[in-house]
């Protein structure tokens, strides 16, 4: 730390006089003097943001002085027409702090007394410079999110207030023009607490981290359902259904910010029973849509009915057993809608669950409906094909396969779109998949280069996995996501966790699901890679060189179904190298304009800052993300 000072011998001095005439005999004539001196400042304790002052005031009558204190500016000649601080304590010395400076700023300051009548008396000025900004003394006061992940005793309704991000399956986000982060989500939590408060349930933060339950946003079955229902049963020559209300299901709400005042969610609701007996297959799903414009107004929301449905290219042929799952009647599933606006301002949405695979249907900007007058839902391939085009099925031609979930995005500053899919049972084994396309309709590739909508296949790269760091239960479950940005170029992942199976103490472990949110880094190819400590808001002070050497804790996320990927030890060393671990014998180089590590593998791992939430107490620590060709590798480093 510099400290620029002016070391000035001569003191500042004002004598004041008076003289009142008269006749001898009458009046004295006495001359009051006052005499001020102050002493050149002194400043210590500068840091980035604030600073001591210190100063002398001599002189004869300290009942003439009125103010005193110190006066301050970021250009010199400082006067008490710039910013001052004054002191209201008796006597002659003066010691004031100065709070909220500028980091690295050179100030220029004098102290000063006023007299009445009289100009202000300075003193000499001095300069000084704030300090540059302390790593240490940021992340010192950090304070992490302190909510419990086993959140078992606030899981009741009557405890909704608490709840932040617990009971949270397949969030949707958006950023209002409020400035609030709005999460939205399918009707699921622990001991079904939901049920008492309407379906596709909200709630909002500032920061990501805390956030304030809302309440549900569609309070009934909305009045389109049933009868929509069973004027496609009359088509099809079926009798009406009168399924229970009960029992319908609602999933996967998607919300996104159309413009200033216009906001919409797109949602599932899925038909109980079968379509024509037990020996059929299951009945259909329905896309619908609300609207609001303004999300603050959680009872806001209006319907607007209906959107689409379940789509057969089996013509009737909808005797098929409800577990005969490789010959699935529907095509389309619809089911886990995502809406994306694309870089030529056309409006899109993307949806499916199971069955083919994921679908894309252009849809109508004023309207938010399909922009082609949708068919019967049943048919040929061609008889059906407004009702979505393939963009990625993990096995051309299978009826039932374990993909979900889709959420799109674009980067501009990629120049691709991204779609992101949750791959297999929810319960322990979901993990989430991306792949891309620099046109929304594909084709969309893997990071190996597989053609996933024209010839399917296992996209990789693996973006979450089941994992588990030390001194933790670890998550599994993790998919099903909301990928989205602050608008100043920070992207976001989120999704539910599950806790594993059989976690001792707790009831049903695996259905405890919590919310979920990421931040992502972008490796200088241009994937995602989402980091894999959850988001605590840790301040981003610049990661040095010097903080990686000694222990980490690493994962080789790469795929295993169902499977816990644990953490391992691995050490890097002041020399660059690497001397413990699977990776053993590897040297590594630190890009810290980046913030990445390079080993001599092949492999590169973007570094942040973020919470350690399996710490006792929690802290913050560091953690990176990287992928191969073929694997996905998480790290955090050890205390």
Request: glycine share 8%; charged share 20%.
């Amino acid at each position: 730390m510099k400290i620029n000072k002016w070391v000035l011998p001569i003191a500042c001095c004002l004598t004041l006089s008076a003289a009142c005439g008269g006749s001898d005999d009458t009046h004295e004539d006495p001359i009051a003097t006052t005499t001020v001196r102050i002493s050149d400042p002194t400043v210590s304790e500068v840091a980035a943001d604030k600073a001591s002052l210190s100063a002398t005031i001599s002189t004869n009558n300290t009942s003439a002085i009125l103010k005193k204190g110190f006066c301050y500016a970021m250009q010199p000649n400082a006067s008490i027409s710039d910013q001052t601080v004054e002191m209201n304590k008796a006597g002659t010395s003066l010691s004031c702090p100065l709070s909220g400076l500028q980091a690295e700023t050179t100030y220029y300051t004098k102290a000063f007394a006023t007299i009445a009548n009289s100009e202000p008396v300075y003193s000499k000025e001095i300069s000084f410079t704030t300090a540059v900004p302390s790593a240490t003394s940021e992340l010192d006061t950090y304070i992490p999110p302190t909510y419990a992940d086993d959140y078992t005793g606030i899981a009741a309704w009557n405890s909704r207030a608490q709840w932040n991000l617990a009971n949270v399956h397949d969030p949707s986000v958006v950023l209002a023009e409020d400035g609030y982060y709005y999460m939205y989500q399918t009707d699921a939590s622990y001991g079904n607490a939901h049920t008492a408060g309407g379906h596709f349930h909200a709630r909002r933060s500032k920061d990501l981290v805390n956030w304030e339950y809302l309440g549900g946003t569609m309070q009934s079955l909305p009045a389109w359902i049933i009868p929509k229902l069973n004027e496609i049963r009359k088509a099809m020559g079926l009798e009406d259904a009168a399924p229970v209300e009960s029992d319908f299901g609602y999933w996967a709400p998607c919300v996104r910010k159309i413009r200033n005042g216009l906001y919409r969610m797109y949602y599932s609701i899925v038909v109980p029973g079968h379509i024509n007996g037990s020996n059929s297959w299951g009945e259909r799903a329905f896309m619908g849509l609300m609207e609001n414009s303004n999300p603050a107004n959680n009872n806001g929301w209006e319907d607007k009915g209906y959107v689409l449905t379940n789509a057969s290219d089996k013509g009737l042929e909808y005797m098929v057993k409800p577990d005969d799952w490789a010959n699935c009647y529907f095509k389309w599933n619809a089911i886990d809608p995502s809406y994306i606006i694309d870089k030529s301002g056309k409006h899109q949405l993307v949806y499916g669950s199971w069955h083919s695979g994921i679908a894309i249907v252009e849809i109508d900007a004023a309207t938010g409906k399909p922009a082609t007058a949708l068919p019967t839902p049943w048919g040929t391939s061609d008889d059906i094909s407004a009702y979505g085009k393939l963009l990625a099925t993990r096995q051309m031609g299978d009826r039932w396969q374990g993909s979900e979930g889709p959420e799109i995005i674009y980067n501009a500053q990629t120049g691709y779109y991204y779609l992101f899919v949750a791959y297999d049972a929810l319960a322990v084994p979901y993990n989430t998949r991306v792949c891309r396309s620099q046109n929304i309709n594909g084709p969309y590739l893997g990071i190996d280069g597989t053609d996933l909508t024209n010839f399917g296949g296992n996209m990789l790269p693996v973006v979450t996995h089941p994992y588990k760091f030390n001194n933790s239960n670890g998550w599994v479950g993790i998919s099903h996501c909301a990928v989205f940005d602050d608008g100043n170029g920070n992207w976001f992942y989120a999704s539910q966790g599950r806790l594993p199976e059989d976690v001792p103490g707790i009831n049903a472990s695996n259905a405890v699901m919590m919310g979920h949110v990421r931040s992502i880094r972008w490796t200088k190819d241009g994937w995602p890679v989402v980091m894999p400590e959850r988001y605590g808001a840790v301040p981003k002070v610049p990661i040095t060189e010097e903080e990686l050497t000694g222990r980490w804790e690493h994962i080789d996320l790469s795929y295993a179904y169902g499977k816990q990927k644990v953490s391992g030890n691995m050490t890097l060393s002041a020399d660059y190298k690497v001397t413990e671990g699977s990776w053993k014998g590897a040297t590594w180089t630190y890009d810290a304009d980046n913030e990445r590590i390079s080993f001599s593998n092949g492999v590169e791992v973007c570094l942040q800052r973020e919470a350690d939430w399996e710490a006792n107490p929690r802290t913050h620590t560091i953690v990176y993300a990287g992928y191969s060709s073929s694997k996905t590798y998480w790290g955090k480093k050890s205390r």
